[in-house]
């Protein structure tokens, strides 16, 4: 997919990166994520690379999140709609909706997105395709704004962050992400093994905590899940660390009963700190589709969700439902999953994320 | 699964089988709604395309237009349309090879390949009686192989160990060579979850296929997957010789846009739908009862062939006797229906499959939450033997012990009694008229539940 967006817009992307280069001093906010552009020659070489070892996924330059998003249909699709600098039609709105449709932006969000661009395009407001690029991105972005809100996890000791999710999203994954996110920047973590259902769940847990090494509370499985994650909690006041990131088993948003269970575990851990859960993060498939409201509104509805995270943006998918949620919701992004790699998560960043899809610059 | 869909879909055909004259206006409008329906249950664009330009077709040529009831005509059309994108009939596992019939998975990750392995297995175990080996080759994603090997443990299946450290094909090889020795009539190979556009991993699939030279290789695919659904199932279909698929998590809420994205984009058989987190929860999938489901027709048949399954025919058949004896039904009986009930999915089960249920509001389907079954067979579980048989004993003090017994109050024992009533009142109906049959009884005891559900149309 790299290869394919490479080719046609190597120059532009040069350009493109010296361009934020610049950016970046005006705007230290985005450094995390604007500092690992890679170069394309790196890119290149390294592309999919899969690492299952913890140093090997550690020595791994990091890439950026244009160059994996800008593989996406999405992007090619866009960049290719604007490229061949067509005539301001509604042919072309047409085309525009279509696509975005075609990234799981939804019906409803895909037309009122184009119906706000075609009184603006009758008026002749545009004077050629790329003026019209401009003004969806700036759509895009404004829908993003809000919910890029980083998620700060210094207010409290230790801070209680528990993830849910359906089954298959990657909420295990994320975890061992996230402790290597934090651990880098100097925290000290800790895990629980919520997730004592699904079989060897609890496993995967303790090895994500081997690798990052940091302790990891586990019963084992069939046990309680609330009472796992009171213990945790117990050891981490104890043990005074800085966060406690805790699992829980994967759940559809249909089963009421295991809907309950996420409310206990609430409950039973205001027992030890009255605000915990400080966040509920919850983790949504980036391939999923409309349903992904369905799933956000039961969860939050179950649990308040506090926060989303977006996995395996590294596809072809775009979740380009995320705007929808953003809509519906508000409820903040905080990061998103490129890879199965330790280090590829990245705090979410709502202009990166449209640059990734739709860049600024005409090619020429 | 399909629900809303079916809540579109319905009410646009509705809109239309009242129609005397269908005009090529209410044509386009209905085509439209069709199209944007079809588009929110996550069908992908190409395939939405592809089936409404296959309707328009045929709805503006003479079949509709000139047929006596052109609304009935249309929505013919479109339940044809829906059976042709997904298939006729349901495939079964084609499992005639040279044993070991070996099976690979395949699929992104977290689609749910290790857990259908073992729903599989222990389908294959249990209702066609085959030997199943199970052998994983995820040596990526931690404690994979430690899931799929606790697994076979509760399915029963043998297990071929295998460590992170190997490469998976000579897992595979391995595994195919244990198999032959031990006699083994089928063998399922779990893989790693993979990306369809990381290449190392992709080839490492077709390396592991060459090795294997599976006689199924399904691809397992998660319902709730969006537009991106045509873009895998493309590349896994190019990369593999596919023979068939899996939907799994389909006992969300997901509208199954995906059903018919990926049947019509690979061309293979969806053989298989995974409904529930216990390993039993795999059932063959019917492509012509969907369509059905679909369109808010209900699926009978299914319903039929669950209750041949899973009712106890022993107990049925001595109720039966007794009631035609004229001897009383009493409220061990009811415990027994109850108790059927539940083990065929639940009330909510039950209504998913009936015909018209695709109207009813989801407040009604709310109400008829199996908590209250499950209260009714505590209420019964907290009498005494006696009381079970003679219900008439039950007055003031006995049913205050029941209620504090079941964590009820009385006049949740009270609604279970008058209920009973109903039931028993049935049952000597029965008797006497020699009718018999389960379906008649399951309706009698699904009358007198509390909040009850509206006349079937």
Redo the contacts between chains.
Sequence with gaps: MLKFWKKKNDPAADKREAAHGDADAEAPRDEAVRDDVATPAEAETEAPSRAPETAEAAAEPPRSWRERLGGSSFARGLGGLFKRNPPLDDALLDELETLLITSDVGVTASTALVEALRPRVRKREFVDAGALRQALRQALIEQLRPVQQPLDVSARQPFVMLVVGVNGVGKTTTIGKLAHHHLAAGRKVMLAAGDTFRAAAVEQLKTWGERNRVPVVAQGQGADSASVIFDALQGAQSRKADLLIADTAGRLHTQGGLMDELGKIARVLKKLDPDAPHEVLMVIDGTTGQNAISQVRQFHQAIGVTGLVVTKLDGTARGGVVFALAREFGLPIRYIGLGEGIADLRPFDAEAYVDGLLPAETDA | MFESLSQRLSSTVQRLRGRGRLTEENIQESLREVR?AL????V??PVVQALVDRVKMRAVGQEVLKSLTPGQALVKVVSDELTAVMGQTNEALDLAAQPPAVVLMAG?????KTTTVAKLARLLGERQKKKVMVVSCD??????I??????AE?VGVAFFPSE?GQDPVDIARNAVAAAKRELVDVLIVDTAGR???????MEEIQRLHAALNPIETLFTV?A??????A??AKAFADALPLTGVVLT?T?????G??ALSVRHITGKPIKFLGAG?KTDALEPFHPDRVAQRILGMGDVLSLVEEVERKVDHEKAQNLAKKVMKGKRFDLVDMRDQLEQMMNMGGLAGLMDKMPGMGQLPEAVKQKA?DGEVKRMIAIINSMTQKERRHPDLLKGSRKARVARGSGTQPADVNRLLKQYMQMSKMMSKFGKGGGKGLMRQMRGAMKGMRGGMPPMR
């Design positions: 944007i588009l929110e249950a996550d992908a664009l992104l990750q977290g689609a749910g040596v990526y994603r931690p404690a994979a430690a899931q799929l090997q606790t697994l509760q992170a990306l369809h556009v990381d290449e190392k991993m998660d709730m997957t969006g537009q991106d659904a873009n895998t998590k006992d969300g809420d997901a509208r846009g995906a987190e939450n």
